[in-house]
């Protein structure tokens, strides 16, 4: 397909569990992001990566969330001993570049995986 | 640290009029970046428009708008001739230096027939 994709599209899962999200972005696009959106709130910033690489953790919002991306391409959002208030969509981004003029910024976004931690 | 504001949480609008929706801003840095972004019920999000902080000229994209005012840390954006397929929550974002971005709470736009 030519978008970013998410699987899965919902998640249902018991408090203590371990989750793995998957965000497969546009070919060819270097930066991905995750964020994370609560039911009635904006988005929240969690991650992005360079290539492979995540210049800045500090959006994750705990030691349990971590995230890797291998290949330049496909990423993983893993979070471990979930909790209720993880519940919440997450959404994965891909642009061509992280920063740059001639809008090789823009962003675009998944359909998002619904995690619901019962 | 980055903020970003909309202090309109709903709004609607008739069909073919025009809307603005508010978003502030806070930030030191000076080279930045701001964007509106739709997110319609099926959840999808779009870019709509974004604006270079160092560029004066307010952006604009066919019936979209911004109104920049870089003083006053205010972004807001302006639709005109609204269409039915203009109702979705709409989501100011501040993107800094280190490409980081932050995101408002989102306003709910309604076009009513």
């Known amino acids: 397909g030519a978008g970013v994709s998410q699987s899965p599209s919902n998640k249902v899962t018991e408090k203590g569990k371990d989750v793995e999200l998957r965000c497969d972005p546009i070919s060819g696009h270097t930066a991905l992001y995750w964020y994370r959106q609560s039911l009635g709130q904006g988005l929240e910033f969690l991650i992005y990566f360079q290539g492979n690489s995540a210049p800045d953790k500090s959006g994750l919002p705990s030691d349990r969330f971590s995230a890797e991306r291998t290949g330049g391409s496909v990423s993983t959002l893993t979070i471990q001993r979930t909790q209720q208030e993880d519940s919440a969509v997450y959404l994965c981004?891909?642009?061509?570049?992280?920063?740059?003029?001639?809008?090789?910024?823009?962003?675009?976004f998944g359909p998002g995986t619904r995690l619901t931690v019962l | 640290a980055q903020t970003v504001t909309q202090s309109q949480p709903e709004m609607s609008v008739q069909e073919a009029e025009t809307v603005t929706l508010s978003c502030t801003y806070d930030?030191?840095?000076?080279?930045?970046?701001l964007f509106w972004y739709k997110q319609p019920p099926s959840r999808q999000m779009i870019l709509v428009i974004r604006?270079?902080?160092?560029?004066?000229q307010n952006a604009t994209e066919n019936r979209f708008s911004v109104n920049f005012q870089k003083a006053a840390k205010s972004f807001s954006l302006k639709i005109s001739d609204s269409q039915l397929g203009d109702t979705a929550m709409y989501f100011c974002?501040?993107?800094?230096?280190?490409?980081?971005?932050?995101f408002g709470t989102g306003t709910s736009l309604t076009v009513i027939p």
């Open positions: 930030t030191s840095e000076n080279n930045y970046y």
């Open positions: 981004a891909s642009s061509l570049t992280a920063s740059g003029g001639g809008n090789t910024d823009t962003q675009y």
């Open positions: 604006q270079e902080a160092y560029k004066q």
């Open positions: 974002a501040l993107r800094n230096t280190g490409n980081q971005f932050y």
